[in-house]
């Protein structure tokens, strides 16, 4: 039976009729193609994926998935992937994920609550712990949809408290270096060194924010396959936000989307009628029918989903366009 090894080492058989497809690998996470070459050696082609990166769900070596780089060049066709990522749940595997995510996202908001009867060190290693760990999901999905896995990965056993909480948390953060300017531009404005009408201080505001927007899907795929080195080179990002520019708009547009429900969620950012709709239904007003725990249950299944779907679309974009990418890796 023909063989790949990885370049950690790990050798993979596989089927003659699954040559071509591609999958990842279970040890260091790097991207493996089922294509036999005559020293045995399969170079992967992320060197340096494994660097940095969070250990992915991989397939089993003879289940790998199919390559869909032929099937991209529509851009249609990627509209309508992207547009099935909000079908994930179909698959029961899939919607176990999904509910693991929301558990962590909940048990990560009730912490909070405990502020009262438990240390602050140790309440900050909980959250650390519960937020690393929804992180490290995120990010597992990302590598996953790059790889062209159709499923959600499963949780991984617990590897220590840095590897599996804070290095996640710490790398997924990280991607918000986009926002930079836009926090940079706050504090010039509240320290009064730069003086502008509101009408343009808004302008200002928005156009950061935008951009911040526009960059961050590209900076959190980098991060995802190349380690949080990534956020360093801007030049590579921006790069990547404009290798297929009508595809990465399908992706902003997911991730806005995202952005907006997490922003929605808070009652402070609710414009009056939304609060309307969510009185009418019974997550706030006077007498609301969900509060407390169900509420937060019901905001993190919402919440967990549309960033699920974001990082799905996210890995989707490299997964059909990683030839026009710029970060390939020797």
Not at 168 to 189: C, D, H, N, Q
Not at 223 to 233: E, M, N, P, Q
Request: net charge neutral; aromatic share 10%.
């Amino acid at each position: 039976m023909p063989s790949v090894r990885c370049q950690c080492g790990v050798v993979y058989k596989f089927k003659p009729e699954q040559a071509g497809r591609q999958a990842t690998c279970k040890k260091c996470g790097a991207i493996v193609i089922a294509q036999p070459m005559p020293a045995g050696f399969l170079q992967p082609e992320r060197s340096k994926l494994a660097q940095g990166a969070p250990t992915t769900r991989s397939c089993a070596p003879d289940d790998v998935g199919p390559v869909r780089t032929n099937q991209s060049d529509s851009f249609l066709h990627f509209v309508a992937e992207a547009l099935g990522a909000f079908a994930l749940l179909r698959e029961p595997m899939n919607m176990l994920s999904w509910l693991g995510a929301a558990t962590l996202l909940v048990m990560a908001s009730l912490s909070a609550s405990l502020s009262a009867i438990v240390p602050l060190w140790t309440l900050s290693i909980l959250n650390i712990s519960f937020v690393g760990l929804l992180f490290s999901f995120y990010m597992q999905t990302i590598q996953g949809a790059a790889a062209g896995d159709e499923t959600l990965p499963l949780y991984s056993d617990w590897d220590g408290f840095v590897d599996s909480a804070l290095a996640p948390m710490a790398r997924f953060l990280a991607t918000g270096i986009v926002f930079l300017p836009m926090f940079a531009w706050g504090s010039l404005r509240a320290f009064e060194v730069v003086q502008v009408t509101d009408a343009q201080d808004s302008l200002i505001n928005a156009s950061l924010l935008g951009l911040g927007v526009w960059l961050w899907p590209a900076c959190a795929l980098g991060v995802a396959v190349l380690g949080i080195g990534f956020i360093v080179r801007w030049d590579l990002i921006v790069r990547t936000s404009l290798a297929a520019p009508l595809r990465y708009l399908v992706v902003c547009a997911v991730t806005g989307l995202a952005g907006a429900v997490e922003t929605l969620s808070d009652e402070a950012f609710q414009p009056d009628w939304l609060k309307q709709v969510f009185s009418l239904i019974g997550l706030s007003g006077e007498h609301p029918m969900l509060s407390g725990f169900s509420r937060t249950l019901v905001l993190a299944l919402v919440s967990s989903y549309t960033m699920i779907v974001t990082a799905r679309v996210i890995g989707l974009y490299y997964s059909r366009c990683r030839s026009r990418l710029p970060f390939d890796a020797g």
